[in-house]
């Protein structure tokens, strides 16, 4: 394995951690939000380092895409949803 390889690695990983704990962290709800699917943007990332393309492509539609998607429909369907 290339080192370039191990260092992309460990940035992505790194970057998975650091939006995971800015999700769970975050005091508004659409900033965690918004946390939650850059996670699932680095995940996909990972997984296709792991040369696993079509689980990648499916946590890219749903993990960083439909359940934002539908976490933020939620939340502007809410009173005051994004304020809090």
Request: a negative charge; charged letters at 10%.
């Amino acid at each position: 394995m290339s080192i370039w390889v191990v260092i992309l690695n460990a940035l992505i990983l790194l970057g998975l951690v650091t939006s995971a704990v800015l999700a769970v962290s975050a005091e508004k709800l659409l900033s965690s939000v918004i946390a939650l699917s850059v996670t699932g943007l680095f995940a996909a990332a990972e997984f296709l380092l792991l040369h696993a393309p079509d689980v990648a492509i499916s946590e890219a539609a749903v993990g960083a895409a439909l359940c934002p998607l539908i976490f933020i429909v939620t939340l502007r369907k809410l009173k005051g949803g994004g304020d809090q």
